[in-house]
């Protein structure tokens, strides 16, 4: 029988690869722009899916641990810097959401790591306050007076591959055991749109790099 959920897991860190590998192709083209810390990014997250695949066995430190506490929140901090500063140009969004989201492990780990109603609580408090942004920046771009180029536009791509991925798989993570308690069917549907639309939004990231070529506003 054939196991689509492992073959969508390693069509997941192979997007991944492929987001890196394109901004390292394209860095030439945005070594003089903010955007170059996104090139950064994918590299470093492709990196961790790597060390959490194959290093961390060296060390004393769970995958769960790895991600939940440190490569997840990097993930949501980098994007509120991303919206925030670079597209929106509000540097008041970035610290803002930043200290709140960040203050979401407080109750997290107070009460949400033994009552499991909510799966994780700064995560889905994370996703709440990016999709704020989200929203923010579609609004943005409808009203740009340059919504007709809005293929060149690298927040375009960036921030499709984000609604698919973040907020669309939101319900997922929020009502994760009773879904896999209560709803199998459902369960496992989602579970294949979270890889799916993981591998969506990491082609979504090369192509910002590929047809993006230009920042408009």
């Not at 506490?69 to 994007?79: A, D, G, H, M, S």
């Not at 009203?143 to 984000?162: D, H, Q, R, T």
């Not at 639309?197 to 082609?203: A, D, H, P, T, V």
Request: with cysteine.
């Amino acid at each position: 029988m054939i196991d689509y959920n492992l073959i969508l897991e390693t069509a997941f860190i192979v997007s991944e690869g492929i987001a890196a590998f394109t901004a390292i192709l394209f860095f030439k083209d945005i070594k003089n722009s903010r955007y170059r810390y996104f090139a950064f990014y994918l590299v470093f997250i492709f990196f961790c899916e790597i060390i959490g695949m194959f290093a961390l066995d060296y060390f004393s430190i769970t995958k769960n641990l790895f991600f939940n506490y440190f490569v997840i929140p990097l993930e949501f901090l980098f994007f509120y810097w991303l919206y925030g500063c670079q597209s929106l140009q509000n540097k008041k969004l970035f610290i803002g959401f930043s200290a709140l989201f960040l203050l979401a492990f407080i109750p997290n780990e107070l009460y949400f790591v033994k009552n499991k109603h909510i799966f994780s609580f700064n995560y889905t408090f994370g996703s709440l306050l990016l999709m704020f942004l989200v929203i923010m920046e579609y609004y943005k771009q409808i009203n740009s007076e340059n919504i007709l180029n809005f293929a060149k536009n690298k927040m375009f791509y960036i921030n499709l591959g984000v609604t698919l991925f973040y907020i669309g798989t939101l319900p997922f993570w929020t009502f994760y055991f009773q879904l896999l308690s209560d709803y199998r069917e459902i369960w496992d549907a989602y579970l294949k749109y979270f890889l799916i639309s993981g591998i969506l939004m990491y082609l979504l990231f090369a192509s910002s790099f590929i047809w993006g070529k230009r920042s408009y506003t």
